[in-house]
């Protein structure tokens, strides 16, 4: 037994020393300005775009996965990014509705990309992170985005809670 304990930490040292990711941490170069509280879309819009907040990036990152954290009664289906130049986006129909498009501005939508697995480089206009939800009533407690950066893995946790109600919020 102490034979094979001396051999797991042995194993542990020369992995993190050439490099491979560890554990994943909170603490990495991604952070959002997504303020904490509730959104709510109306069960009526289902499925509902959310504008979470924008993605900031100290060192280049990827995106590798984006979750919905104590969901019940709702998902998120699809998350993308739209680009943070221009006003963000609340909630709005699925796709968005012609006044959405018009105050964040068509282009922008129709330039979206999939969040997992985008690149988010240093120095670019900081991306706006929007997610599809579906569901019926219910809510979310967080949003975490699970992103790479180097041999490293991160966790961004972003305190939104998410709130699907019916008839409207």
Do not use: H
Not at 57 to 75: D, E, M, N, Q
Not at 78 to 87: E, F, H, K, R, T
Not at 108 to 134: E, F, K, S, Y
């Amino acid at each position: 037994m102490d034979r094979l304990i001396k051999t797991v930490v042995a194993t542990a040292l020369v992995l993190s020393a050439s490099g491979c990711s560890g554990p994943i941490s909170s603490n990495g170069p991604m952070s959002s300005d997504a303020w904490s509280g509730e959104m709510c879309a109306p069960a009526t819009l289902l499925p509902a775009t959310v504008g979470v907040g924008s993605l900031t990036a100290t060192r280049p990152t990827t995106i590798t996965a984006v979750k919905l954290i104590g969901a019940s009664g709702i998902a998120s289906t699809v998350s993308y990014l739209i680009s943070g130049d221009g006003p963000p986006l609340g909630v709005s129909a699925d796709p968005p509705s012609e006044f959405s498009l018009k105050s964040i501005g068509p282009n922008r939508w129709r330039a979206r990309r999939n969040a997992v697995g985008a690149d988010i480089a240093t120095g670019q206009p900081a991306p706006q992170l929007v997610l599809q939800i579906t569901g019926a009533v219910g809510k979310a407690d967080s949003i975490e985005v699970e992103y790479t950066s180097g041999n490293s893995q991160y966790t961004l946790s972003i305190p939104r809670r998410l709130r699907v109600a019916s008839p409207a919020c």
